[in-house]
């Protein structure tokens, strides 16, 4: 590779003074100072959170009402700081959403150990378990920075959705008795 | 009207008129403080501290322009220096300690004697109009003065440094004693063109700082005009070694938070640390006090337009309460414009390295004044013999 | 008033001199020193040689004080003296400097000296001073400038680092 | 040059010649005393610029009462000599020091015997 010699300018008397410079940097700050300030006033305002923020985890429901957690435990296994437990429960024959056979009994999520690391949205099949735009947790206890089921629904809300496997995996299985019959 | 005053005892003026300027200094310098907070966070883009308010006076309206301007705040840090716990580290030189941040306030709040903050007009009994000043003290020798006692405040900053045994705090006190003295020279011989102006024949002879703005208050071109434009060169190089004399950035040297942590007041803290900071503006207020006397035309509002022609314009020549308070008014203005000065500078500039210090202090700026002062000696000399 | 003034002046700036001399630690007898030369200017204050005061404090106290300091920290000395004094060095010195000042004491009140207080305040102003110094002293004046350029010379000489010469030690 | 005299606060200027002489006399003899008693180089010279500022004091008492300026203008020839002499006496301690690692006048005898 050649080398390129680059040939610098030697300053001139008035250059080597630094005044120029020194003038032109003063410009420079006294311009910052007269526009507006770019901080924002924290509590009263709130930063605009982009689309896609990985905040906090959270659990959701779809449009249905339905949790979308069944309770695979893929999240529990991937979690590299090892802030999910979850005790999984079958869900009783009676309920409307028996036909998923699984949800979870209680779902913790240490806040305290939690890395935002997203790898649990990203493993998670049922698209249950999503990183949202919460981004300041506080507590006075240990136990309060652990959200629980309730709580993680709580922050989670609804999402669309745009799958319901379950309920075509559900209309699939009806479809199939009731052919299998006409069949 | 003021007659009674002029009745009491002489001594008991001058105590009055001493306590009145401290009280007024003091809080300036902790004002200054809250300026610079509030300057260095627009010149770095945010609002700066603008929360603070006290709880019972809320209902007031308008005092949020306060507390935006960070009033509250600055009454809160100085609650806060006054009552906070004042440890004394067991390794220190106890005595000394002590006495450092005491003596760092005795040349900050003496040198005040010596600057006039303005003038007020009185007319004489044939008629004319005298200007008399508005100091402490109006001596012959006022700049030395504030010099001689400017350069005790060397003394505070090495004793600190010493006191503290620590290395630290030590470099930061060995650094401000070489650093102090190397300006000192400068600044010296850049404030003497202006005075063999001032003192060339036909002139006023004298030091006095008050004299060097009487003589820039004279009617006509030359007479009219500020020595900054008259010497350039001079009113450079005392800027520089204004900054240079009260630590600022970027020749913070003796404080050094980058690499000394905090200089020779890493050891202390609450009020012994304020009276350093405090001590610190004082001398701020004070040198660009003297600025603007020497090269700023003290409280002359414009260059070729002294004070006087504008009294005459209002009407107000005759009454010595309203001029003289135009004239401070006019002259703290300048000196604000100065203290800002300093702060956008300490944004603007990059620190320099102690031997860079040193370089610029013995071979740059001792050479430019020295030869400064023979260009204008010898141009006085030749404008005399003409 | 003035009376009383003189007197507290004079007896600061003689405790302080005592200070310079009998303080252990060498930073605690420049400070010392620093006091007295207040002192000192404060007499003159009451001499009415304004000028005078303001450049001893500028001089003395501003500069020199400060240069003394700053070598006490550059060598690093560790307290004053070393070794104690010997009851012969005290005696001696004692004796020359109470000798002395008998001396000096005895020579101030024999000599028949104008004292009358009120003598006019003559040139305490600048342009007084300035005219005897470049008119009657004009030729001291340029010898002192020739000294302190010498001795700018020494001192730059003195500072440097001589190479290849051993230590006599 | 208007500036405050102090003598003027009591309208009398009471101190005699001699009470200043004596104190010159006392601080030239406390400078000298000090510098036959101190070891420390350091220190012999703070006492020996005590005696420098003893003789200018004597010297502007002395113009003071006679009404003449030439004592005055002494003092700043005294005032120069004495920070040359200061600057050259500090530059020789330091490269004393730089040598022998002292400044304890009885351990510089190099010359001794």
């Given at each position: 590779m050649a080398v390129v010699t680059v040939e610098r300018k030697p300053l001139t008397l008035w250059e080597r003074t630094y005044l120029p410079n020194i003038a032109a940097g003063l410009a420079t700050t006294f311009k910052r100072m007269v526009?507006?300030?770019?901080?924002?006033?924290?509590?009263?305002?709130?930063?605009?959170?982009?689309?896609?923020?990985?905040?906090?985890?959270?659990?959701?429901?779809?449009?249905?009402?339905?949790?979308?957690?069944?309770?695979?435990?893929?999240?529990?296994?991937?979690?590299?700081?090892?802030?999910?437990?979850?005790?999984?429960?079958e869900i009783p024959t009676e309920d409307p959403n028996a036909h998923v056979e699984k949800r979870p009994q209680e779902f913790k999520i240490d806040m305290l150990r939690c890395i935002y690391c997203g790898m649990c949205q990203e493993v998670c099949p049922e698209e249950a378990i999503w990183l949202q735009q919460q981004y300041s947790m506080t507590g006075y206890t240990r136990e309060e920075m652990v959200n629980d089921k309730k709580r993680l629904y709580e922050l989670g809300g609804t999402l669309p959705d745009e799958h319901f496997k379950w309920d075509k995996k559900k209309a699939a299985e009806q479809a199939a008795a009731h052919g299998g019959a006409h069949h | 009207m003021f007659d009674f005053y002029f009745e009491l005892p002489l001594w008991l003026r001058l105590v009055l008129q001493g306590t009145a300027v401290i009280l007024v200094l003091f809080p300036l310098a902790a004002a200054c403080s809250m300026a610079e907070r509030k300057v260095s966070a627009w010149i770095q883009g945010r609002p700066g501290p603008n929360r603070t308010i006290a709880p019972f006076l809320t209902w007031i309206p308008g005092i949020q322009i306060f507390q935006k301007l960070g009033l509250f705040q600055l009454a809160a840090d100085g609650g806060k220096f006054t009552f906070k716990e004042d440890p004394i580290p067991g390794h220190v030189n106890k005595f000394y300690f002590v006495l450092a941040p005491i003596a760092s306030m005795i040349p900050a709040l003496t040198t005040v004697a010596f600057v006039p903050f303005g003038a007020y007009f009185t007319?004489?009994?044939?008629?004319?109009?005298?200007?008399?000043?508005?100091?402490?003290?109006?001596?012959?020798?006022?700049?030395?003065?504030?010099?001689?006692?400017?350069?005790?405040?060397?003394?505070?900053?090495?004793?600190?440094?010493w006191a503290s045994n620590s290395k630290y705090p030590f470099l930061g006190g060995v650094r401000a004693s070489a650093q102090l003295i190397s300006y000192e020279l400068s600044m010296t011989l850049s404030v003497l063109p202006v005075f063999l102006w001032v003192n060339a024949p036909g002139m006023p002879g004298t030091l006095s700082l008050f004299d060097v703005v009487q003589t820039q208050s004279q009617p006509g071109f030359w007479g009219g005009m500020w020595y900054v434009f008259l010497m350039p060169v001079s009113a450079f190089i005392f800027l520089v070694a204004l900054f240079a004399e009260t630590n600022r950035q970027p020749f913070d040297m003796p404080e050094s938070e980058a690499d000394l942590v905090g200089g020779f007041h890493t050891?202390?803290?609450?009020?012994?640390?304020?009276?350093?900071?405090?001590?610190?503006?004082?001398?701020?207020?004070?040198?660009?006090?003297?600025?603007?006397?020497?090269?700023?035309?003290?409280?002359?509002?414009?260059?070729?337009?002294?004070?006087?022609?504008?009294?005459?314009?209002?009407?107000?020549?005759?009454?010595?309460?309203?001029?003289g308070l135009l004239a401070?008014?006019?002259?703290?203005?300048?000196?604000?414009?100065?203290?800002?000065?300093?702060?956008?500078?300490?944004?603007?500039?990059?620190?320099?390295?102690?031997?860079?210090?040193?370089?610029?202090?013995?071979?740059?700026?001792?050479?430019?004044?020295?030869?400064?002062?023979?260009?204008?000696?010898?141009?006085?000399?030749?404008?005399?013999?003409? | 008033m003035s009376d009383v003034l003189f007197h507290l002046f004079a007896i600061f700036t003689v405790a302080c001199a005592l200070g310079v001399v009998f303080n252990k630690n060498a930073v605690a007898s420049a400070l010392c020193l620093l006091l007295s030369l207040v002192g000192v200017a404060g007499l003159f204050v009451l001499l009415d040689a304004f000028l005078l005061a303001v450049l001893l404090v500028l001089v003395y106290a501003g500069a020199v004080v400060?240069?003394?300091?700053?070598?006490?920290?550059?060598?690093d000395m560790q307290g004053g003296d070393r070794k104690k004094f010997t009851k012969a060095t005290i005696f001696s010195s004692t004796l020359a400097g109470g000798l002395l000042v008998t001396g000096l004491v005895s020579f101030a009140t024999r000599g028949q000296l104008e004292t009358d207080p009120t003598v006019p305040v003559v040139g305490n102003t600048l342009r007084a001073y300035a005219e005897q110094l470049f008119t009657v002293y004009l030729l001291p004046v340029q010898i002192v400038g020739f000294l302190l350029l010498i001795a700018m010379l020494g001192v730059i000489v003195l500072s440097k680092k001589f190479e290849g010469l051993d230590d006599i030690k | 040059m208007s500036s405050l005299p102090l003598a003027a606060l009591d309208g009398l200027f009471s101190v005699s010649l001699n009470a200043y002489l004596y104190l010159a006399a006392v601080l030239f003899a406390i400078g000298f005393f000090g510098v036959l008693l101190r070891k420390n180089t350091l220190v012999i010279y703070m006492c020996l610029e005590l005696m420098l500022v003893a003789s200018t004091v004597a010297l502007v008492a002395f113009s003071r009462y006679n009404g003449v300026m030439d004592g005055n203008v002494f003092v700043f020839f005294i005032l120069t000599v004495a920070a040359a002499e200061v600057a050259v006496g500090l530059a020789i301690i330091v490269a004393l020091f730089r040598r022998r690692q002292t400044v304890q006048v009885e351990e510089l005898n190099a010359l001794k015997n």
């Open positions: 526009k507006p300030v770019e901080t924002l006033e924290y509590p009263e305002v709130r930063p605009e959170i982009p689309k896609g923020y990985r905040g906090v985890p959270t659990l959701v429901y779809d449009p249905n009402g339905r949790e979308k957690c069944v309770s695979c435990q893929l999240c529990e296994f991937v979690c590299p700081p090892k802030a999910i437990r979850i005790t999984p429960g | 007319q004489l009994a044939d008629g004319t109009i005298q200007a008399l000043p508005i100091a402490l003290t109006n001596l012959d020798v006022g700049l030395l003065a504030v010099f001689a006692l400017g350069s005790l405040g060397v003394y505070s900053l090495i004793l600190a440094g050891e202390y803290g609450a009020f012994k640390w304020s009276l350093f900071f405090v001590a610190e503006y004082a001398h701020m207020i004070v040198g660009s006090g003297i600025f603007c006397l020497l090269f700023l035309g003290g409280w002359n509002p414009l260059p070729w337009v002294p004070l006087q022609t504008v009294t005459d314009l209002i009407g107000i020549t005759g009454n010595p309460l309203l001029s401070i008014t006019l002259f703290l203005g300048k000196v604000g414009f100065f203290i800002f000065f300093f702060m956008w500078v300490r944004w603007t500039l990059p620190r320099f390295r102690y031997d860079q210090v040193m370089k610029l202090g013995w071979q740059k700026l001792l050479p430019l004044s020295i030869a400064n002062l023979i260009v204008y000696a010898l141009v006085i000399a030749w404008l005399e013999t003409r | 400060a240069l003394f300091l700053f070598i006490i920290m550059l060598l | -």
